[in-house]
């Protein structure tokens, strides 16, 4: 509860009630296997915390239970086995048999990736649910840094301290061309090529400046005259002749959702590629099912066969 603190223990609680129900510090000593004086001292401190007396001693005839004592009772037994409940929920949840994963995904790698995956894994754990964020890099990274994400699939991009990256996947970038293009039946472009060309950019955090500064090494990198941070915009804008585009990954179809047409080519550039992967926050602990869900991604996302 907000503004007030709790001064008392779940083993302090379990003392109270088996004392209760003995009421004799010897005989509940001997079920608890502790010392009386333990549990003398223990509910001392329990009732000091309470602010009420718990149990009036006889000194020849043993313990009763005060008003306050009867009343709190109840309560006291609830609350340990609600704690009871709690435990054996979380280690469900540790073995794998049930609970959620808070799972961060890249926006652009949404839509072909994410689907897939959950689809697949729920299949063979019915019991768990996931809460999904498709976000920017920075808001990924800081969702695990604050526990708020267990697992995020994203790029080796700008990776913070604090963050374990686990790559899976290679992604080399790739130009995308209106299929009417004087370079569509080239079977490489270069970067030089592209100079002159209008560039519709792909306008997320990160990616932009990584397919930007591809073209360091031709000593000028382009100006947008298009840009979305959808990619499936782009490609649209690309396939209806506005442009050429860079991205990375896979794609199963080179025709866009209003049924216009692009093609895809790979650079005759050393160009840098970047990498799919896993990102978790190497300070937390991952839950066994976090755990088993990463290692389904990680052999989900090697068998993908999807060609460029």
């Known amino acids: 509860?907000?503004?007030?603190?709790?001064?008392?223990?779940?083993?302090?609680?379990?003392?109270?009630?088996?004392?209760?129900?003995?009421?004799?510090?010897?005989?509940?000593?001997?079920?608890?296997?502790?010392?009386?004086?333990?549990?003398?001292t223990a509910l001392a401190d329990l009732e000091e915390s309470f602010g009420v007396q718990l149990f009036i001693r006889h000194h020849a005839s043993g313990l009763s239970l005060t008003q306050p004592g009867r009343d709190l009772l109840g309560q006291a037994r609830n609350l340990l086995k609600n704690a009871e409940e709690l435990q054996l929920s979380a280690k469900e949840m540790d073995a794998g048999m049930s609970g959620s994963i808070s799972l961060g995904c890249m926006v652009s790698l949404a839509p072909p990736l994410m689907p897939g995956i959950i689809s697949q894994f729920v299949t063979e754990h019915a019991a768990i649910t996931f809460r999904t964020t498709e976000a920017h890099q920075d808001t990924l990274l800081s969702g695990l840094h604050d526990g708020s994400l267990d697992i995020a699939l994203t790029y080796s991009l700008d990776i913070t301290e604090g963050i374990a990256f686990t790559p899976l996947l290679s992604l080399p970038p790739y130009v995308i061309l209106p299929a009417t293009h004087r370079l569509a039946r080239a079977r490489k472009v270069s970067l030089a090529d592209l100079l002159e060309e209008p560039y519709v950019m792909l306008d997320l955090p990160h990616s932009r400046e990584y397919?930007?500064?591809?073209?360091?090494?031709?000593?000028?990198?382009?100006?947008?005259?298009?840009?979305?941070?959808?990619?499936?915009?782009?490609?649209?804008?690309?396939?209806?002749?506005?442009?050429?585009?860079?991205?990375?990954?896979?794609?199963?179809?080179?025709?866009?959702?209003?049924?216009?047409?692009?093609?895809?080519?790979?650079?005759?550039?050393?160009?840098?590629?970047?990498?799919?992967?896993?990102?978790?926050?190497?300070?937390?602990?991952?839950?066994?099912?976090?755990?088993?869900?990463?290692?389904?991604?990680?052999?989900?996302?090697?068998?993908?066969?999807?060609?460029?």
């Open 1 to 40: 509860m907000e503004g007030h603190s709790v001064r008392y223990s779940l083993r302090q609680l379990r003392y109270f009630v088996i004392t209760a129900e003995t009421l004799s510090f010897t005989a509940a000593a001997k079920r608890l296997h502790i010392s009386q004086p333990s549990i003398s």
């Open 211 to 308: 397919f930007s500064a591809l073209f360091d090494a031709v000593g000028t990198r382009p100006s947008a005259a298009f840009r979305s941070s959808q990619p499936e915009v782009v490609r649209g804008m690309v396939a209806n002749g506005l442009g050429y585009s860079i991205l990375n990954f896979p794609l199963k179809s080179t025709r866009t959702v209003d049924g216009a047409d692009f093609v895809i080519k790979h650079f005759k550039d050393d160009v840098k590629a970047t990498s799919l992967g896993i990102a978790q926050s190497s300070s937390m602990k991952p839950r066994e099912i976090v755990k088993r869900f990463a290692a389904f991604c990680e052999s989900y996302i090697h068998t993908l066969h999807i060609a460029q």
